[in-house]
Nanobody, 125 residues
Framework: QVRLVESGGGVVPAGASLTLSCTIS????????SAWFRQTSGEERQFVAA???????IYADSVKGRFTISRDNAKNTVYLQMDSLKPDDTAVYYC???????????????????WGQGTQVTVSS
């Protein structure tokens, strides 16, 4: 059983920075892909960033240059550093993981087996 727990959400003004953390516990195997998705009410879960098989970072165009995904293997933790936040970034952010993803499937939330409970990020204008 793999468990993902997010933390770090909150309410910030536009232009501020915020770092989300996702701690992974349980039995995982290599290769492992970690990703962040976000979702607003009534919308489908949207891809934000991924660290594919521990070696390739991928970003949605809407966050490229502002968000950075990273992973600390010693702490089993994945981070999402979010800079220059905009009101459009307001959403519930979810951490996701999978051990079998191919590169072409990274942006599709339906291919991920493991999910955290989500953490709310609100950016005020």
């Amino acid at each position: 059983q793999v468990r993902l727990v997010e933390s770090g959400g909150g309410v910030v003004p536009a232009g501020a920075s915020l770092t989300l953390s996702c701690t992974i516990s349980g039995r995982t195997s290599y290769p492992y892909t970690s990703a962040w998705f976000r979702q607003t009410s009534g919308e489908e879960r949207q891809f934000v960033a991924a660290f594919w098989r521990g070696r390739t970072t991928i970003y949605a165009d809407s966050v490229k240059g502002r968000f950075t995904i990273s992973r600390d293997n010693a702490k089993n933790t994945v981070y999402l550093q979010m800079d220059s936040l905009k009101p459009d970034d307001t959403a519930v952010y979810y951490c996701a993981g999978d051990t079998t993803l191919i590169l072409s499937s990274v942006r599709d939330y339906r291919h991920y087996d493991y999910w955290g409970q989500g953490t709310q990020v609100t950016v005020s204008s």
